[in-house]
């Protein structure tokens, strides 16, 4: 009961962190403006996503365009469209795996072995999709603190650390760290668990034999004695 339970939380956090790396994906927040030097103006403030850039004023009114050319955007901002909808995929993929493969589910019937290996599956999956979000965000904010500290970049194109950027490393550390949970559940740990404290015995072997009828006593080894 105590291993179901810790499934279901597992897979629900699992579940939180793919929902955070759609949002990473459709938020334009990776990249703000860095008000440093002379550029001290916070009416405008300039928002970079992988999709989008917007113009935010303290007015509210926001103003948002699509990028024209898909060819001509940075290297970094390529790979991360292409890794943040491979992460969604693996993340709906790992979400259907996992689900045939928890104990509180009637998938595979009673075979412990195939839902073990199924949750296994599910688990690795869930990895993977961590990973395929922490690698585009690490790569963005790694390109956004080396512009800021490079002196041959104007001080007007200098950006920080958007709120995705953060977003981000918390998915993939939620998505990896719930996956190592559902991984734990593996075949061979899964059938040592159930012959715990019987020493490698089956239980068709541990139940108590029929005892035996009591034999008749023979007085044939018994010395003959004359009684008078």
Not at 132 to 150: H, K
Request: proline share 5%; with cysteine.
């Amino acid at each position: 009961m105590v291993n179901t339970g810790l499934q279901l939380i597992s897979f629900t956090c699992a579940v939180t962190g793919w929902v955070m790396a759609i949002a990473v994906t459709a938020l334009p927040q990776w990249k703000v403006t860095a008000f440093v030097g002379s550029n001290i103006l916070t009416s405008e403030i300039v928002w970079e996503g992988i999709w989008m850039n917007c113009i935010y004023q303290t007015t509210g009114h926001m103003q948002c365009k699509t990028y024209d050319s898909l060819l001509a955007l940075p290297a970094d901002v390529q790979a991360a469209r292409a890794l943040m909808c491979l992460s969604i995929f693996m993340g709906w993929l790992s979400c259907t795996v996992s689900c045939c493969g928890m104990k509180c589910t009637t998938c595979a019937g009673d075979d412990r072995q195939a839902k073990a290996a199924i949750a296994l599956s599910g688990g690795v999956l869930f990895i993977v999709t961590g990973l395929c979000v922490l690698v585009p965000v690490s790569w963005t904010a790694n390109t956004v603190i080396q512009d800021f500290y490079n002196p041959a970049v104007p001080v007007v194109h200098k950006r920080e650390l958007g709120q995705a950027i953060y977003l981000g490393w918390a998915s993939a550390v939620i998505l990896m760290l719930s996956g190592a949970v559902l991984s734990s559940t593996c075949p061979q740990s899964e059938r040592r668990g159930y012959r715990r404290g019987y020493m490698g015995r089956s239980f068709a072997n541990t139940r108590p034999s029929a005892p035996e009828p009591p034999k008749p006593i023979s007085t044939s080894s018994l010395p003959l004695k004359e009684y008078v």
